[in-house]
């Protein structure tokens, strides 16, 4: 991992820095991610901000790059992700439903969540929700 230069904070950002660590209807992680922030334009070191916040150096760095690249707008927010899984299509959703109302089960009267999980191949909270 490259070295990450020494960080300048102008004046303007570090008023609008110091006035979010002190306004308590900011959220804890902004005012954490300000002070990080603010210690690293002091001049201090990752491993030293990370000791004086209570965080990792890595989380010092991740900080210090997002508020070199965004400003203090980067700070306000968290980044986008992409979603954990990806939703049920259309199409699988109608086959269970047509399966739950067009088709029995061998040996049964009705499904049953997890003999319909066991036959679409979906697991069996994903048959609850539809």
Known sequence: MGKIERIEVPAADRDRLESLVG???TSQKVVWRA???LLAGEGLRATEVAGRVG?????VRR???????????????????????????AAVIQRVVDMTLHEKPPR???????????VTGLSHTSVQRI
């Open 23 to 25: 306004d308590r209807n």
């Open 35 to 37: 002070r990080i922030v």
């Open 108 to 118: 049964a009267t009705q499904w049953s969540v997890r003999s319909m999980a066991a």
């Open 63 to 89: 900080w210090r790059r997002r508020y070199a690249q965004a400003g203090v707008d980067g700070l306000l927010k968290d980044a986008t992700r992409p979603p954990g899984r990806k939703p049920l299509t």
């Open 55 to 59: 965080t990792s150096t890595l989380t």
